[in-house]
């Protein structure tokens, strides 16, 4: 038996159209190549998908436009890596063009055992906690994880 952890994430976005609007098409025509990058990005654990490869058809909140990402990596620093020295960052600085401004937090994290593979009702409880209670160790966003520096020069707005 192990106690090793893994980090878990989930972030959510509004969808400002559906993925088949042409306004859409530099977000959903890279989805496969940034998806791709971070199953090759070491520490990458695994991510939420469906048959078309990404989880954009997964709509689990009452809002339909609300769109999911769910992935684990073995810890911070691969996480980090991802977000903030890929081209990753690139789509995320673009992310006004397909996501709406959130009110609320739109990204938690939380730490999972080693193999454990987190659904997406665990997400969504692990962000309404963090939404009730703030920052914790059961939820908790970048700015809680001193170790986390990339963040901090390209932080959500």
């Known amino acids: ?56 058809a997964i709509r689990p909140f009452a809002d339909p436009d609300m769109a999911v ?28 063009k397909w996501f709406a401004k959130m009110e609320g937090p739109h990204l938690v994290m939380w730490w999972v055992d080693a193999g454990h593979v987190p659904t997406v009702e665990e997400a969504k409880a692990r962000l309404e906690h963090l939404a009730a209670h703030g920052p914790s160790d059961h939820a908790f966003g970048w700015e809680s994880i001193p170790a986390a520096q990339l963040w901090k020069t390209a932080r959500c707005a």
């Open 69 to 96: 990402n769910l992935s684990v990596w073995e810890g911070i620093e691969a996480l980090e890596r991802f977000v903030w020295q890929t081209v990753h960052k690139r789509f995320y600085g673009q992310r006004e």
């Open 1 to 56: 038996m192990t106690d090793a952890k893994h980090l878990a994430q989930l972030n959510i976005g509004r969808l400002r159209y559906p993925t088949d609007d042409p306004r859409m098409a530099g977000f959903m025509n890279n989805l496969d190549f940034v998806n791709a990058i971070a199953e090759r990005t070491p520490g990458f654990v695994w991510r939420l998908k469906d048959e078309s490869n990404n989880a954009t």
